[in-house]
């Protein structure tokens, strides 16, 4: 089993090893979509990570959890998160990852992609960490065990013990993606899930980077395209006074006032270009999706595909 794969080894069906994000990654990539270039550390990694003392270690604090006890869970949590995080990392894994890191030489997401998210019938997405704007191998291995981590984090675990998935079967592959420099940012759902709608497509759009809609800082656009003639039916222009950018200097993610705070985020043309693209995936996949995506200089990227799991079909 190798240890770093490149979104041309992965399809949907690597889930065991590459898990739910860089499976659908691998899949988007090999569809033809416009997908940043990756690599992915397998879940395979991870099992060996954790093999012997760090396991024993997690069974041990976990044997007499009881996650309705918060303060508890807490405590539990965070030892083993930071028994993954302090835990020495494997040399020959390093000289793999500064390889592959090097052909992508530049700022990169590291995203968790856990086994046992993204799935049609249990939706753990939004459970792993997600790091933005993260460059140097050091910096990028770092984030990596801090994604390993987050496997254990209180609400993770909660989850898990609530739907009878055991923790030490749940492995966790990485991500490490080109990192989007993008000028708008989004989501995208091929049904309406207001009022699960198939026949039209939803799209929220904001300024920057996606993370200030994720935490419900700022308000996005909210576009209406029928999904048979890609007309735009309805627009809900939305007033954003700043965004999540990337700082040309430190590379850091700033927030920084818009512009034009009240102008329309995307084109018309543009939103018409995503609702093709996203009917485009559901095709693909034979199933409603939520979409993540960004432009980046007037250009479309995809940056997930996941099934959206509330509705019938």
């Known amino acids: ?62 044997k007499f959890l009881d996650v309705e006890n918060t303060q508890q869970l807490e405590k539990v949590s965070k030892k083993i998160q930071s028994l993954l995080e302090k835990s020495e990392f494997p040399k020959e894994l390093k000289k793999e990852i500064e390889l592959a890191y090097k052909k992508i030489n530049s700022f990169v997401a590291v995203r968790s992609s856990a086994t046992t998210e993204d799935l049609k019938t249990a939706s753990f ?59 708008t940012s989004g989501v995208c759902f091929t049904i309406n899930p207001v009022n699960n709608n198939k026949q039209d497509i939803l799209i929220e759009a904001s300024f920057g980077l996606g993370e200030a809609v994720v935490a419900g800082e700022v308000t996005p656009d909210m576009y209406v395209v029928h999904k048979d003639n890609l007309k735009i039916h309805t627009k809900n222009i939305n007033s954003q006074e700043w965004g999540y950018f990337r700082d040309q200097k430190t590379g850091k993610t700033l927030k920084k006032n818009v512009k034009n705070p009240n102008a329309q985020v995307l084109t018309d043309k543009q939103i018409k270009e995503i609702a093709s693209v996203a009917k485009k995936i559901e095709l693909h996949y034979n199933h409603p999706q939520d979409i993540e995506f960004a432009f980046e200089k007037n250009k479309l990227y995809i940056l997930q595909s996941r099934p959206i799991t509330t509705c019938s079909s």
């Open 1 to 62: 089993m190798k240890n770093i794969l490149t979104l041309e080894e992965i399809n949907k069906e690597s889930i065991s090893i590459a898990g739910g994000k860089g499976s659908n990654l691998g899949e988007l990539f090999n569809a033809g979509f416009n997908v940043p270039e990756a690599f992915v550390v397998s879940a395979e990694v991870y099992s060996k990570f954790i093999s012997g003392k760090i396991k024993l270690q997690i069974t041990k604090e976990l």
């Open 125 to 183: 997405a939004g459970m792993q960490a997600t790091f933005l704007n993260i460059k140097g191998v050091n910096d990028v291995i770092n984030h990596i065990q801090k994604c390993w981590a987050s496997l254990f984090t209180s609400r993770a675990i909660y989850y898990r013990t609530q739907n009878k998935f055991n923790h030490l079967e749940a492995a966790i592959a990485v991500v490490v993606q080109r990192m989007v420099n993008s000028d």
